[in-house]
C-alpha cells in the first residue's frame, strides 16, 4: 500500500494564546489556496482512506479532499507536531527571517530546547503511521499532517539519524510504499509542482 503524508498550509499566526492554552491556528487566506491545489496533486490517485492530524490546520487542508471524494478524514492524534502543546504558533518562513532561536533549532534537528524527546516523538509518529498501514492493505491512505511528523516517519524509513533533516513545503506530498512483509521505502519527498507558485520565497 502507499502512505502519502502531506504537509498542512499556511496557517495564521498565534503569538500566544489568552489562556495559556495550546495554539490551534486555521489556515490563513493563501493557506486556503494551496490546499485547493491538493487535489490537483492527486488527482490521478485511487484513495482508501483519509486521516489528519487533530490540529486545525491539517483538518481544513484536507477538507477540500474530503468534499472531492466524499471521505471523511478520521482524526489521528499520533501524528501530531511535536509542538502541538505550545501556546503560541510562528510559521517557521517567519522564525527564519526573524533568526529565532526556535528556527535553529530545528534546523540543527533539537527537539530538546522545546521540550521533546525526538526519540519518543519518532516512536509516536511510527507506531501510528504503521497502525494505518495495517488497516489498510493494498489502499493507499493520505494523511494530513506536519512537517515534524514527515521528516519523523521518513526519516525512520531511510534511516536518518536526526529526527528533523529536510523542510518539507506547505502542502508538499510525500509518498511511502508500504508491502505486506514489513518493507517500507520512500517513492517520493516534498512534491510542489501543483502549489510552488503559491509559495514564499
Not at 167 to 184: F, L
Request: with cysteine; charged share 25%; hydrophobic share 40%.
Amino acid at each position: 500500500m502507499e502512505i502519502v503524508l502531506v504537509r498542512h498550509a499556511l496557517p495564521v499566526r498565534i503569538d500566544a494564546t489568552h489562556d495559556g492554552g495550546p495554539a490551534d491556528p486555521g489556515l490563513a487566506d493563501a493557506g486556503k489556496r494551496q490546499a485547493e491545489r491538493v487535489l490537483q496533486a492527486l488527482a490521478g490517485d485511487e484513495v482508501t482512506a483519509l486521516y489528519t492530524s487533530p490540529a486545525a490546520r491539517a483538518r481544513q487542508t484536507a477538507a477540500p479532499l474530503e468534499q472531492a471524494l466524499g471521505l471523511a478524514a478520521q482524526v489521528e492524534p499520533g501524528i501530531a507536531e511535536f509542538d502541538a502543546g505550545d501556546c503560541s504558533y510562528v510559521p517557521v518562513e517567519e522564525l527564519k527571517a526573524a533568526g529565532d532561536p526556535r528556527w535553529k533549532a530545528l534546523m540543527t534537528g533539537d527537539l530538546y530546547s522545546a521540550g521533546v524527546d525526538p526519540v519518543e516523538f519518532r516512536a509516536r509518529v511510527v507506531e501510528a503511521v504503521e497502525r494505518i498501514v495495517e488497516r489498510h492493505p493494498g489502499g493507499r491512505a493520505v494523511l494530513f499532517t506536519h512537517a515534524g511528523t514527515i521528516n519523523a516517519y521518513a526519516g525512520h524509513v531511510l534511516g536518518q539519524v536526526k529526527t528533523i533533516w529536510f523542510p518539507p513545503a506547505y502542502c508538499s506530498v510525500n509518498r511511502i510504499g508500504a508491502a505486506r512483509d514489513g518493507r517500507r521505502g520512500v517513492n517520493s519527498l516534498n512534491e510542489t509542482a501543483h502549489v510552488r507558485d503559491l509559495l514564499r520565497g
